[in-house]
């Protein structure tokens, strides 16, 4: 399947000016101002598949709205290159606009004082969407989003989760191949957070869209991406699918089972400990870095002994990444140029 999204070795550094403190510390920084570089994103490289949906996930200021404002041409990137659908961003910038949609869940691209429709027919004309195509676009839309509730409101009176709903609907009024997402759902109550979702599953798997979603929701980390890529401080951590997240950071499960019939000590399994054992009731837990799932162990634990009961405690996936987000490289020093 070919890629809709490559990057190569992306990275962007931003500068800034120390002001020195006092008021000869500042006549100083205006004299001869001291400059500093700080590394936003570092090198990293990924592909998203055609059709794809893609969770870029970090801890705030991992640097994943710098790589989404690099991919939709609002950044240059200062090493490193991308494509998105064939087109370099950062050169073509009107080429790339046409292929893709864009939502960043504190800002709108609707017209404040304008009601949504109105919003809607300004962007079919500047993207040059024929009617008979923007008519049929916004009843689908609308059928999934539930629009004409308030597609007459202004924007101005809108909740959150109309906001965001329009803005969804907007960003695909021209029909992109890719679209990006920087926290959507934000702030949205969970009925619309759902409805939102059950629109992303179906402009992927029945529209065959691109779509690279950030997001600090872990319930909808899981119920829609098909693949992670992990980054923190700039760098790129782990680029793979939920379970091997599970695999590489979600070492706390427990396997809790009641032994049947006679019972001594219960022995360990190949990456599986025996935690504790208080008579028939035994804990088992990972045991080095070569631990197996915990349905590989639960199934381990049912083939090696008779049990009469069994239950299992599996981190859930917040507390995969806030071990993910621990165990990164620590925050590089910024560097003061000429240093």
């Known amino acids: 399947m070919s890629a809709s999204i490559e990057v190569r070795g992306l990275s962007r550094t931003f500068h800034s000016t120390v002001r020195r403190p006092g008021f000869l510390g500042g006549v100083r ?3 001869n101002p001291e400059r500093v570089a700080k590394e ?3 090198e990293i490289s990924f592909d998203v598949a055609a059709g794809e949906l893609l969770a870029l996930l970090g801890p705030n200021g991992a640097g994943k709205s710098t790589t989404i404002k690099m991919l939709t041409g609002i ?3 200062t090493a490193g290159e991308a494509r998105v659908a064939g087109v370099v961003p950062y050169v073509e910038r009107e080429r790339n606009a046409r292929n893709i949609g864009a939502v960043f869940g504190q800002r709108t691209q609707l017209w404040w004082d304008l009601p949504v429709r109105e919003s809607f027919a300004v962007l079919r004309d500047i993207y040059q969407v024929p009617k008979a195509e923007h008519a049929a676009r916004l009843k689908e839309f609308d059928e999934l989003l539930d629009l004409s509730s308030f597609w007459d409101t202004r924007v101005r009176h809108l909740s959150l989760g109309q906001r965001v709903r329009s803005d969804l609907a907007a960003a695909l009024l021209h029909d992109p191949p890719v679209v990006f997402l920087d926290e959507p759902t934000i702030g949205m109550d969970v009925v619309v957070k759902e409805q939102v979702r059950e629109f992303l599953r179906y402009q992927v798997t029945e529209r065959g869209r691109t ?10 980390v899981e119920r829609l991406a098909e693949r992670v890529v992990l980054i923190n401080h700039g760098r790129l951590v782990l680029d793979g699918s939920l ?6 950071f979600g070492s706390t499960w427990q396997v809790r089972a009641t032994l049947a019939g006679a019972h001594g000590d219960a022995v360990p399994l190949p990456g599986i400990a025996v935690l504790r054992q208080d008579g028939p009731q035994v804990v088992f837990g990972p045991d080095g870095p070569d631990a197996p799932t915990v349905h590989q162990a639960l199934k381990a634990v049912i083939e090696r002994y008779e049990v009469t009961g069994i239950a299992i405690d599996e981190a859930d996936l917040e507390d995969v990444m806030r071990a993910a987000y621990a165990q990164a490289e620590p925050v590089a020093e910024p ?5």
């Open 29 to 31: 920084s205006l004299v």
């Open 75 to 77: 950044l240059t990137p």
């Open 211 to 220: 779509v690279l979603l950030t997001t600090h929701d872990m319930t909808e």
């Open 40 to 42: 936003a994103v570092s």
């Open 243 to 248: 379970d091997e997240i599970r695999r590489k």
């Open 335 to 339: 560097v003061a140029e000429g240093a």
